[in-house]
């Protein structure tokens, strides 16, 4: 079992950067696909980005190519989202999610065993 918190989030003016983290329990964290979705009100959750445990390729939806970043610290069981150059349009909710999606599905939410709770990101025009 593995149990996700999300943090950072807040409110940021278009152009800024922001950290959102993922603190995570469980003793196999180090094996785990992360990733991060995001959901804007009315739509469904939106991947972002990946990180696979055994050889730390990481994965990013078009949208964010070249502006976030993600990376994970197993020592600390926490993996992070650094989000530059952030848009209106990066406004949602964030949530970190864990599992073992094949390469293929990674950016499919219902290919993740745990989800968090997720954090609030507002960019302000």
């Known amino acids: 079992q593995v149990q996700l918190l999300e943090s950072g989030g807040g409110l940021v003016q278009a152009g800024g950067s922001l950290r959102v983290s993922c603190a995570a329990s469980?003793?196999?964290?180090?094996?785990?696909?992360l990733g991060w979705f995001r959901q804007a009100p009315g739509k469904d959750h939106e991947f972002v980005a990946s990180i696979v445990a055994s050889d730390n390729s990481k994965y990013y939806a078009d949208s964010v190519k070249g502006r976030f970043a993600i990376s994970r610290d197993n020592a600390k069981n926490t993996v992070y989202l650094q989000m530059n150059s952030l848009k209106v349009e990066d406004s949602a909710i964030y949530y970190c999610a864990a599992g073992y999606p094949p390469i293929a599905t990674m950016h499919l939410w219902n290919f993740y065993d745990y989800w968090g709770q997720g954090t609030q990101v507002i960019v302000s025009s």
């Open positions: 469980g003793r196999t964290f180090s094996r785990y696909v």
